[in-house]
């Protein structure tokens, strides 16, 4: 069993940035972890995505913009978010997956303005 805990939601304009964390607790063996994020009347999409060896890849949307990086010391993950745009504006959510296991945190608000 794996359990997450988002933080760093909030609110920024147009060209901002911010920064979400994921803290990871649990079963962390091999364990892959990646951000979606869903916005009002679309469905949930991936954003990042790091495996457990360190390879990262990023939605085109967000690619330059967003990096996401691991501390396994620490178990969380996190979302650098910058050059934010209005239509970033989602609920981001932490995710961990191994074989066919995913895991879900309970999501953080991003908002960003015109």
């Known amino acids: 069993q794996v359990q997450l805990v988002e933080s760093g939601g909030g609110s920024v304009q147009a060209g901002g940035s911010l920064r979400l964390s994921c803290a990871a607790s649990?079963?962390?063996?091999?364990?892959?972890m990646d951000w979606y994020r869903q916005a009002p009347g679309k469905q949930r999409e991936l954003v990042a995505v790091?495996?457990?060896?360190?390879?990262?890849n990023y939605a085109d949307s967000v690619k330059g913009r967003f990096t996401i990086s691991g501390d396994s010391a620490k178990n969380t993950v996190v979302l650098q978010m910058n050059s934010l745009k209005p239509e970033d504006t989602a609920v981001y959510y932490c995710?961990?997956?191994?074989?066919?296991?995913?895991?879900w945190g309970q999501g953080t608000q991003v908002t960003v303005s015109a």
């Open positions: 995710s961990a997956y191994r074989g066919l296991l995913r895991y």
């Open positions: 649990g079963n962390m063996f091999s364990l892959n």
């Open positions: 790091i495996t457990s060896d360190g390879s990262t």
